[in-house]
């Protein structure tokens, strides 16, 4: 009689408190190197040792990302809400850029999150090597998010991760449907009629990515013609240096940069004003903040970047979509900030597009 009292009471305990017996503990994730990883129930404290990774987290729970590879600029900051705009900065493992075990350890992550190229060689080494500096902390490798039409695997598998399949859901449904609408205009633009595009990608507008390379991808997608393809540089992903008579003899319709010091000089350069581009008032910059919607990083923040390149390139095609309407959507579901009409047209504007082509 004893022992069934005993293995009742026992029952009853656990019966009445199932959260605790689902949230404690640990269960095994297989990341995308196809390594079984044990993580917590329930993850609430993330880091990224890249930006692309970084953004990915901030869009799907800022709440959740304790730390940033580097230090927003105030003018990123004006969109980003308060309570997210002093996170550690704790450097990273991409370009030239060295991270810090230490600082990353104690910002005290539930688990960290390691980019890998597909199919690189070197990537279980490299994570393997991050998994013995980090100890104890689990580090899951991510397929890049480099590669806008290829991002949302990574990101439903972040989303599983961290619990927010819902939002991961919603983010690759906003992606989805603009790279619909741009994969069915563009199949249909036949060579003549494509517009050639520059991208201008340094502070003299002499470096650029020719088609192939993850920095212009945009371009390609949207259907233009890349006129670095002409370089005999061949799809490299490395920037091309270039001369200004080059750029001249190439006379590109459009002009795409990300670098605002190129592009708040390069109506009043006599060395730029003869080109078509110019002279058409066709040269456009990249939104910059809270992320740049056209490259560095390469990442989710360039899913705006596409319908945004679409209007730039092609705007007689792409009447339909309402840009204002498009970024006050993205801002507020991916950026947690709520942009009023004319804070997105000012966004807009700023960014060379036309007002009777928002």
């Known amino acids: ?62 709440e959740k990302l304790k730390a940033v590879n580097f230090q927003w600029t105030e003018d990123e900051l004006k969109y980003v809400p308060s309570e997210y705009a002093n996170l550690p900065v704790v450097g ?16 005290e992550p539930d688990i960290v999150i390691e980019s890998i190229d597909e199919g690189g060689d070197g990537d279980a080494f490299t994570v393997q090597e991050r998994q013995d500096k980090f100890g104890k902390i689990p580090v899951l490798a991510v397929k890049d998010t480099t590669n806008v039409e290829k991002i949302g695997d990574s990101i439903s598998f972040m989303g599983e991760v961290i619990g927010t399949e819902d939002k991961a859901n919603q983010l690759n449904e906003f992606n989805t449907k603009y790279l619909d609408i741009v994969h069915d205009k563009s199949s249909k633009l036949v060579d003549s009629n ?34 670095a393809d002409s370089l005999n540089q061949g ?32 109506y009043n350069d006599s060395s730029w004003a003869h080109l078509k581009a110019v002279k058409n008032k066709k040269v456009y910059v990249s939104p910059q903040s809270p992320f740049k919607w056209f490259d560095k990083p390469v990442g989710a923040n360039m899913i705006i970047g596409v319908p945004w390149t679409a209007k730039v390139i092609y705007p007689e095609d792409y009447k339909d979509i309402n840009m204002v309407d498009v970024t006050k959507e993205f801002y507020s579901n991916f950026y947690h900030f709520d942009l009023n009409d004319n804070q997105a047209k000012e966004i807009l504007l700023d960014s060379g597009l036309k007002e009777s082509n928002l």
Do not use: C
């Open 1 to 62: 009689m004893l022992i069934i009292l005993i293995v009742l009471g026992v029952a009853t305990h656990l019966f009445l408190t199932p959260s605790s017996v689902e949230t404690e503990g640990s269960k095994n994730i297989t990341d995308m190197l196809n390594r079984t990883v044990e993580v917590p129930n329930g993850v609430n404290n993330v880091i990224a040792t890249s930006p692309p990774m970084t953004t990915v987290l901030y869009m799907l729970s800022p």
């Open 92 to 107: 990273g493992w991409y370009g030239t850029q060295d991270g810090s075990y230490e600082e990353f350890i104690a910002a």
């Open 194 to 227: 494509k517009k050639t595009v520059y991208y201008a990608a340094s502070s003299d507008g002499l470096q650029t990515y020719p088609s192939g390379a993850s920095h212009g991808q945009l371009i390609d997608l949207i259907g233009g013609k890349n006129v």
């Open 235 to 266: 799809n490299t992903t490395s920037g091309v240096q270039v001369s200004i008579e080059q750029v001249i003899k190439l006379d590109p319709d459009v002009i795409i940069t990300n670098d605002m010091h190129f592009y708040n000089k390069v």
